[in-house]
C-alpha cells in the first residue's frame, strides 16, 4: 500500500539556534590595512536576520522535505501537456562537468570552443527534427520561447511597414501561456473555437483571417491530444492572409521524428527540452526553450546565435533584424548539455520509438478507460496522439465526485494526478500523458485504480471526499494561503496564532 | 521499434498495439502527413552510455578553464558553493517533480520554495517574495509592467549604465504595452544615479523608477533612499535591485523606500554555467495593489481543510496565465525552481554569519583590488566604495582588446568589455573579484595589468 512519509518539519526559521553554522569560511586573509571598508555608516545594514542551522541539521531537513516531494523518479507521473518523461542520470553526470558549470559566458571565446560547438551542434539537431533553418537556444522556458516567436512576429510586420496586423490567433485549447504570451507582445488575441471533431474549424478560421492578422499560435497535436489535420490548409490560409504560423512545441513528443513542424508550413516554432528531450523539470525549471524559423524569419531571432567562422565558432551578434533578448545570458547551458545527449542516447530511431511508445500508451489507455463508469474519453472516434482528455462529468453528475476528488483519490493510491479542469471546453477534465517512460504495468494500475474509484463514487462518493490520506498531507485549504502574512514565515512574521 | 532503456515499453509493444487492434506501429501515425528528411547531424541510432560520454569528453576537452584566473566582471560570477547544496538539489524527488499543482503530494517542494521566499524576504527587507523569475534582467522588465499595470501610468526610468543585454531585454518587455523608457543619467564622477537628472525625469507620467545597487560598475549608490522619494513624490513605486550577497552588509532594499525589489540569486550558491543558471529574484511590499499583480508563482502557508496540521499551497492562481489566460499578470510558467531551492540551502548553510561574512569579504576585497591596480599606474574608475565589481578605463577600445589578449596569454581572463553597451566607457572593462579570489591572486592581476597595458599601449 502507498504511503507517503509525513513529517511536521519545522520552518528553516524554526530550526534556527543562535550560534550554529552550516558551512566553514575559510579564515579572511589579512589585507594589510588597506582593504578596509570604504563604506558610509549610513549605508551599512544594521542586522542581518537568517537561520543558524548545523551542516546536519540542514541536510535533514531536506532529506525530509524530498521525501515528502513526488517527482518521475517516485511513481507514475501522468501530467497532460507536460511529458514527465524519465530524466536519464547519465545527462546529470555530464552537466555537471566543471567545464560545463564554471564556465562564463564572457570569457573569451578561444577558452570555449568546445561548449559553444556543442550549442551549434544541437542548434543543427534541433533544426533537422523541425524543418527550421536556425535556432536561438536563448530562452529560459517554453513561455519565454513564445514571447520571443511573438516578438519576431510583431517586428517582422512592423518591419514591413504593416503596422494594422495586431491579432493573434489562437485556439481555446491552447496552454494558457500562449493568449499570455501574445498579449505581452502588444497583440489583441483572437481565440478560435474547438469544433465538435476536436479540432480547429478551418471555415471558422477562414472567417477569422484578415489584414489585421499577424499570426496564428498553433500546438499540434492540440491538448485534446488529436493531430490538426487541416495544418496544412491552416497554414496556407494564415500565409495567404499575410500572417504568420507559429508552432509550440509543448506537444512535440505527439510526432516527435515522425513529422516536422517545418514541413506543415509553420514558420517560427519553440521547443521545450524539459519535456520532450527528456531534462529534469526541477519542480518548475530551470527549463529550456529555444526558438527557431524558417529562412523567411531566421533574421528576427534572438541575439547571440551562436555561428562559425572557419575551425571557430563564435557568438553572433550580427543578427540583420533580430528582436535583442528575451533573458540576460544565451541560454540554459547545463539543460542544453542534457539535451545533446539525450538526442545523442536516441538517435532518429530512438526518438521514433519515443514517439511511437507514447502515442501507443495513450491509445492504450484510452482504449481501457472507455469501460469505466462516469469517465468518458473526449472525443472517442479520434485517435490520439501524445494526450488523452478524459471527461468526468458523467461521474460528478451522478455521484458528485468531481475531476479535482477523482485526482486526489489517485494521489491517495500512489500516482500522481493527471493536469485537470484542463482544457476548458472539455467538463471536468482529466488529461493524461504517460510519455514514452510507463509502463503497461504501470499503465494497467492506473486504470485500475481509476475503476476502484469509480466504483467507491458509485457506492460510497462521500468517502472519496477525504481522500487523500496516504500523502503527507490531507486535502489542504487553498483559499486560506491567499494573505502575504501567510506568504512567508520568517523572523519578521511569526506563525499567527491562527495558524 | 528499437529496445532502448528509457522506454519499457517496447517489450510490450504487440502485446499492447493487438489490444487496441492495432496491427503495427503505423496505424498509430495514419492521421500524420509524412514527409522523409534528413536528420544530419542527428544519429540515425542511439549511441550507448559510454559512447555518449566519450563524445562528450570529446567536445568538452575544447573547454579550457582550469590554470585560467578569472576575474571576469558584470555577472554571473564565480563564488564560493558549499558542496552540501548539490546534494540536496541532486535528490531525484525534487529533480523530477514538476511545479507542485498537487499539493498534498508535494509539500517537499512548496515549503522550500516558501523557506526560500521567506529568506529573500528577510534578506531584501521585503513583505512577499515569488517563487523565482528567470533572472534579473526579466524581473526588472516584470517590475516595470506591474508599475504600469498598478499606477496606470507609462513611463518607467531605467539606469543608463545598465548593460545593454539587460536594457534590451526590459526594452522587449515593456515596449509592446506602449511604456515609455526614459534614462536617467550616471554621474561621470562616482557612477551613482545623477539625481538632478531624476528630478526632471520622474513625474506625473512616472510608473515606477528602477535603480540598482551594487550597480553594473559595482558603486554602491547613496542615492536609493532619495531616489525612492522621488518616486513617491511624483505618485511612482520604486524598484530596487540589489544584489542579494551584497546585503549582508549594505541596507536592503526594503528599509531605502523600495515598493519592489529585484535581483539575480546566482551568487547565492548557484555557479554560472556559462551564463545558463540564473535565478530571478522578485520581492514587494504586502500590499494587495501590489501583491494581486504580482507575476509568478507564489507559495503560500495553510493547513489541511477543516483544521489539521500545516501545509503549503501555490497562492493566488488567479493571476497566472493557466486561470487568466491572456488578461493573466505574466506568461511565466516554468521558473527557476530548483536553483531557487539551491540559494535557499545556500542561505540556510552559510546562515546570518555566513552571507555577512561573504559579504565583508567581498567588500574588501574590491576595495584592495581597486587600489591595487591604480597603484600600477591604470585608471581605475570611481572613488568611493564598491561590490565585486569595479571598471577599468583603458581610454579607447582597441586598447582595452589588446589588454584582454594579453591578459589571457598572462593565464588571466580579463574583464567585461564594455563598448557594445554604450554607456560612456567604450575603452573600459568590468572586472570581478570575489571571496574566492586571494591577495596574491589579486597583486598579480595588478602587475600583468600594468605589463599588458604597456605591451597594448
Known amino acids: ?47 542581518l536576520k537568517l537561520p543558524e542551522i548545523s551542516q546536519v541539521g540542514v541536510i535533514r531537513h531536506y532529506t525530509r522535505l524530498s521525501q515528502m516531494n513526488w517527482g518521475v523518479d517516485s511513481g507514475t507521473y501522468p501530467l497532460g501537456s507536460c511529458t514527465m518523461k524519465y530524466n536519464p542520470r547519465l545527462n546529470e553526470d555530464m ?112 472567417g477569422a483571417l484578415s489584414e489585421r492578422t499577424a499570426g496564428m499560435m498553433m500546438t499540434n497535436p ?75 524569419l531566421e533574421g528576427y531571432l534572438p541575439v ?61 489507455f484510452a482504449k481501457k478507460v472507455e469501460g469505466i463508469r462516469g469517465l468518458n474519453v473526449a472525443y472517442p472516434s479520434r485517435l490520439k496522439k501524445h494526450e488523452v482528455v478524459v471527461s468526468a462529468e458523467e461521474m460528478a453528475r451522478e455521484t458528485g465526485v468531481t475531476a479535482l476528488d477523482l485526482s486526489k483519490a489517485l494521489l491517495e493510491r500512489g500516482i500522481h494526478a493527471p493536469t485537470i479542469y484542463f482544457p476548458q471546453r472539455v467538463k471536468q477534465a482529466l488529461m493524461f500523458e504517460f510519455a514514452d517512460s510507463e509502463s503497461k504495468e ?13 466504483e467507491a463514487a458509485y457506492s460510497e462518493p462521500q468517502q472519496l471526499k477525504g481522500a487523500p490520506s496516504t500523502t503527507s498531507r490531507k486535502r489542504l485549504d487553498e483559499v486560506r494561503a491567499n494573505h502575504p502574512r501567510t506568504m512567508r514565515l520568517s523572523f519578521r512574521h511569526k506563525p499567527s496564532a491562527d495558524l | 521499434m528499437i529496445k532502448h532503456p528509457y522506454i519499457p515499453n517496447t517489450a510490450s509493444f504487440g502485446e499492447m498495439l493487438s489490444e487496441i487492434g492495432a496491427s503495427g506501429a503505423e496505424d498509430l501515425f495514419v492521421d500524420l502527413p509524412r514527409r522523409s528528411f534528413s536528420a544530419d547531424p542527428v544519429p540515425a541510432m542511439p549511441m550507448g552510455e559510454a559512447g555518449v560520454e566519450a563524445e562528450l569528453s570529446g567536445i568538452l576537452s575544447d573547454v579550457a578553464m582550469h590554470g585560467y584566473l578569472n576575474f571576469v566582471g558584470g555577472g554571473p560570477w564565480r563564488h564560493f558553493i558549499p558542496s552540501a547544496i548539490k546534494h540536496i538539489i541532486s535528490r531525484g524527488e525534487f529533480l523530477t517533480s514538476y511545479t507542485p499543482y498537487q499539493p498534498e503530494i508535494s509539500q517537499g517542494m512548496l515549503q522550500a520554495l516558501f523557506e526560500y ?26 517590475a516595470a509592467l506591474l508599475c504600469a ?103 536592503p532594499p526594503g528599509s531605502l523606500g523600495a515598493d519592489i525589489a529585484v535581483g539575480d540569486g546566482q551568487p547565492l550558491g548557484i555557479p554560472p554555467a556559462f551564463g545558463g543558471n540564473s535565478l530571478g529574484i522578485f520581492a514587494c511590499r504586502g500590499e494587495q495593489r501590489l501583491l494581486r499583480q504580482m507575476p509568478g508563482r507564489i507559495v503560500g502557508m495553510t493547513e489541511e481543510t477543516g483544521g489539521g496540521a500545516r501545509g503549503y499551497v501555490l497562492a493566488l492562481a488567479t493571476r497566472e ?75 579607447d577600445p582597441r586598447v582595452e582588446a589588446r589588454v584582454r589578449a594579453e591578459l589571457l596569454r598572462d593565464g588571466i581572463l580579463g574583464g567585461r568589455p564594455l563598448k557594445s553597451d554604450g554607456i560612456g566607457i567604450p575603452g573600459g572593462s568590468v572586472f570581478a573579484v570575489t571571496e574566492l579570489h586571494q591577495e596574491a591572486q589579486i597583486d598579480r592581476l595588478a602587475v600583468a595589468l600594468r605589463a599588458a597595458l604597456r605591451r597594448a599601449g
Open chain 1, 95 to 206: 552537466s555537471s562537468d566543471d567545464r560545463v558549470q564554471l564556465i562564463h559566458p564572457w570569457q573569451d571565446v578561444s577558452t570555449v570552443q568546445g561548449a559553444l560547438k556543442l550549442m551549434s551542434r544541437l542548434e543543427w539537431m534541433l533544426c533537422a527534427l523541425t524543418g527550421m533553418s536556425r535556432f536561438s537556444l536563448q530562452p529560459a522556458a517554453g513561455a519565454n520561447g513564445e514571447l520571443a516567436g511573438c516578438l519576431m512576429i510583431r517586428k517582422y510586420h512592423r518591419d514591413a511597414g504593416d503596422l494594422k496586423r495586431d491579432e493573434m490567433i489562437v485556439p481555446d485549447t491552447a496552454h494558457g501561456t500562449n493568449p499570455a504570451s501574445a498579449s505581452m507582445a502588444g497583440f489583441k488575441v483572437v481565440e478560435m473555437p474547438t469544433g465538435s471533431d476536436g479540432e480547429i474549424d478551418l471555415e471558422l478560421l477562414k
Open chain 2, 321 to 395: 496565465q493557466h486561470i487568466r489566460r491572456g488578461k493573466a499578470t505574466s506568461n511565466i510558467c516554468t521558473n527557476e525552481s530548483l536553483l531557487a531551492v539551491a540559494a535557499a540551502a545556500y542561505m540556510a548553510l552559510m546562515g546570518r554569519e555566513g552571507i555577512k561574512g561573504v559579504s565583508s569579504r567581498i567588500l574588501k576585497r574590491t576595495t584592495y583590488a581597486k587600489r591595487r591596480v591604480a597603484e600600477e599606474g591604470l585608471e581605475v574608475r570611481f572613488p568611493g566604495a564598491s561590490f565585486r565589481d569595479f571598471v577599468v578605463d583603458f581610454g
Open chain 2, 149 to 251: 499595470r498598478v499606477t496606470g501610468r507609462k513611463e518607467f526610468i531605467i539606469p543608463e549604465s545598465l548593460p545593454w543585454e539587460r536594457k534590451s531585454v526590459i526594452r522587449n518587455y515593456t515596449e509592446p504595452q506602449g511604456i515609455r523608457l526614459l534614462e536617467v543619467r550616471y554621474s561621470r564622477e562616482n557612477g551613482w544615479t545623477d539625481m538632478e537628472d531624476l528630478k526632471q525625469k520622474a513625474g506625473t507620467a512616472t510608473a515606477g523608477v528602477y535603480i540598482e545597487s551594487p550597480t553594473y560598475f559595482g558603486t554602491i549608490d547613496p542615492g536609493m533612499r532619495a531616489a525612492a522619494d522621488l518616486a513617491h513624490d511624483a505618485g511612482a513605486l520604486m524598484v530596487a535591485g540589489a544584489d542579494p550577497l551584497s546585503l549582508g552588509l549594505i541596507k
Open chain 1, 442 to 454: 504501470e499503465i494497467d494500475r492506473c486504470v485500475a485504480s481509476l475503476m476502484e474509484i469509480s
Open chain 1, 304 to 364: 547571440p546565435l551562436v555561428s562559425r567562422n572557419g575551425g571557430s565558432y563564435y557568438w553572433d551578434y550580427d543578427v540583420p533584424h533580430s528582436i535583442g533578448k528575451v533573458r540576460g545570458g544565451g541560454g540554459s547551458f547545463p539543460i542544453l548539455v542534457r539535451a545533446y545527449c539525450y538526442i545523442l542516447s536516441m538517435g532518429l530511431e530512438g526518438l521514433k520509438s519515443s514517439c511511437a511508445a507514447a502515442v501507443l500508451n495513450t491509445n492504450y
Open chain 1, 1 to 47: 500500500m502507498f504511503r507517503q512519509a509525513r513529517y511536521d518539519e519545522p520552518t528553516l526559521f524554526e530550526l534556527s539556534r543562535e550560534g550554529r553554522i552550516g558551512v566553514l569560511m575559510d579564515v579572511p586573509w589579512d589585507m594589510g590595512g588597506g582593504g578596509g571598508l570604504q563604506l558610509d555608516a549610513g549605508l551599512l545594514r544594521e542586522d
Open chain 1, 222 to 296: 492540440n491538448t485534446l491530444g488529436i493531430f490538426e489535420s487541416n495544418v496544412t490548409k491552416i497554414s496556407e490560409a494564415v500565409h495567404s492572409a499575410g500572417g504568420i504560423m507559429y508552432y509550440d512545441g509543448a506537444n512535440l513528443q505527439g510526432m516527435l521524428g515522425m513529422s516536422r513542424p517545418g514541413d506543415l508550413g509553420f514558420d517560427i516554432v519553440h521547443l521545450n527540452l524539459h519535456k520532450t528531450f527528456s531534462t529534469p523539470h526541477g519542480g518548475g525549471g530551470p527549463g529550456s526553450g529555444p526558438v527557431g524559423a524558417t529562412a523567411k
Open chain 2, 117 to 142: 521566499q521567506s529568506m529573500v524576504c528577510e534578506l531584501y527587507e521585503m513583505d512577499v517574495s515569488n517563487a523565482s523569475m528567470y533572472d534579473l534582467a526579466t524581473a526588472a522588465a516584470e
